[in-house]
């Protein structure tokens, strides 16, 4: 039983302080297509995580600062933490080197998963805004990108789908809370392609022994692949909402 | 047919629906969107509310911090109100600090916080002299179709009405600020409600013999061919407290 200043992060009964199993997921609630303006926008809760994602386009290039690309489109995201979102308020919402971090590092996993050639000279704006953060905010608003880039229409290559995992006492854990990763130990964060198993975007914090990387990798993988499940669930249950007030099933 | 009209000639399209007494979303000229509104929804926030107004979505989120109270005014709390436009909410919002619409709507938010006397502003200074709340009162836009100033009072209201604080005490021997676990809500002696209105210049109208047509609660397409605007903020009893009128003709 590993003891920080008064908390058990994992029990003799091997369960986690908000009472998870290791390998247990937070509960995710989901909804697809929340706001009137954006083409695409879904909301997401993951455990006590609140994240908004919205998606513009493909719309010709507005911001001159991006330069046009013949071959692909331009992917343009913007990460953004409101400011009551934190348990001190934040001064900075955007704009500070953690939103412009993961500002990229979506950018970079959106680059890998829209399929960009068939948008030449154009461009996709993703904004996610997190109203309530409690750790795997980058893995909470790739989800809710994925499924407003779902509702905008935008073809994808596959679903991306992102999850933590942490190590404690030779037990890896799935899906960590920020009391765990504030008092616990190692954070991998983890963005992969959940049917083809290829990972697009890897990152850790701390340090753990290379021989434990493979059993944490996996444990990843496996809640990203469990998110997955969970995602095209809400995803079919959406569209045949949709489909049946427009009358879909009555030809 | 008539997208394409909408495109090209906004204004003559409105004032074509105005002149037959319904609007393009089939309203009547004083018939307001329904509005729902949600309180105590972000959890790390110590006050807070969603308000959708038709497809306006706002949410607020009140965080409040101790400071010292001024010497001109030892014995009141501060309010500091702000409205956030985030690019998620309409194409047209651009990324980058508060622009002038974004500012006059904050100010017109404080202004109607102390005109209507909603809340006492000594009851938010625990020990006069010496330790004072600030509230942090933040309305971040998600989704702009109109009527912000409608929707920002009432999320600003229902989040102070949530709004929970704890005791605070102050030792004068250890110079020491203690707070208590226990919060309770704070009084609240008044709810504004504010009513919006754009205005139209008709030169010839068949409905109404007045020069101006009132337009209630309008959406973002009807504010942007408005030529006026004007807000009423209206208490309990039927008093006006505050009222905001913009734009190119007196009326």
Not at chain 1, 225 to 231: A, R, V
Not at chain 2, 197 to 223: G, K, M, Q
Request: proline fraction near 5%; aromatic fraction near 4%; charged fraction near 25%.
């Amino acid at each position: 039983v590993l003891r920080m200043a008064g908390y058990e992060l994992l029990s003799d009964q091997g369960l986690r302080l908000d009472g998870r199993k290791p390998d247990e997921l937070r509960q995710i609630k989901t909804r697809l297509g929340v706001f009137g303006q954006a083409d695409g926008s879904a909301y997401i809760e993951q455990g006590n995580t609140k994240v908004l994602a919205a998606v513009y386009g493909p719309h010709d290039m507005r911001e001159s600062r991006l330069r046009p690309n013949a071959e692909k489109v331009v992917v343009n995201c913007q990460y953004s933490m409101a400011v009551f979102s934190t348990g001190e308020r934040k001064r900075r919402p955007r704009g500070d080197k953690k939103s412009l971090e993961m500002s990229q590092h979506l950018k970079q996993t959106f680059e890998a998963t829209i399929k960009t050639e068939l948008y030449p000279r154009s461009q996709i704006d993703i904004f996610v805004e997190v109203l309530q953060a409690d750790g795997g905010n980058y893995c909470a608003c790739v989800n809710a990108a994925t499924l407003a880039l779902v509702d905008a229409g935008i073809p994808l290559k596959d679903y991306v789908t992102a999850c933590t995992a942490s190590l404690m006492l030779g037990t890896p854990l799935v899906d960590i809370s920020n009391l765990e990763a504030t008092t616990g130990g190692p954070e991998l964060t983890l963005a992969a392609h959940p049917r083809s198993g290829q990972i697009v975007l890897m990152e850790m914090s701390h340090r753990f022994h290379i021989d434990h990387l493979p059993e944490v990798l996996d444990v990843a993988l496996e809640g990203c692949k469990n998110i997955y499940t969970i995602l095209d669930k809400a995803v079919r249950r959406h569209v045949s909402n949709r489909g049946a007030s427009i009358g879909w099933d009555k030809e | 047919m008539s997208l394409e009209f909408q495109a090209l000639l906004p204004e003559e399209y409105l004032i074509k629906h105005i002149e037959t007494g319904t609007r393009p979303d089939g309203r009547k000229l004083t018939d307001r969107r329904p509005v729902s509104i949600a309180g105590d929804n972000i959890k790390s926030a110590d006050g807070s509310a969603i308000v959708k107004q038709g497809n306006t979505t706002v949410i607020c989120g009140i965080k409040a911090e101790l400071a010292k109270p001024t010497t001109e005014q030892p014995d009141q709390g501060f309010i500091v109100p702000n409205i956030i436009l985030t690019p998620m909410c309409h194409p047209n919002i651009k990324l980058g600090p508060p622009s002038a619409t974004a500012q006059e709507l904050s100010t017109f938010l404080k202004d109607v916080v102390h005109a209507s006397g909603c809340l006492n502003l000594t009851d938010l200074c625990p020990v006069p002299n010496r330790v004072a709340w600030v509230l942090y009162i933040d309305v971040v836009c998600l989704d702009h179709d109109g009527n912000l100033r409608d929707a920002a009072i009432a999320a600003l209201i229902a989040a102070l009405n949530s709004l929970r604080l704890p005791q605070v005490t102050f030792d004068e021997e250890l110079e020491q600020i203690s707070v208590s676990k226990s919060k309770s809500k704070l009084k609240i002696l008044c709810n504004p409600v504010c009513c919006s209105y754009s205005v139209f210049h008709l030169e010839s109208s068949e409905i109404t013999s007045e020069e101006n047509t009132l337009l209630a609660d309008p959406t973002y397409a009807e504010e942007e061919v408005a030529n006026s605007e004007i807000s009423f903020v209206i208490l309990e009893k039927g008093e006006i407290c505050v009222t905001h009128q913009t734009g190119d003709r007196p009326i």
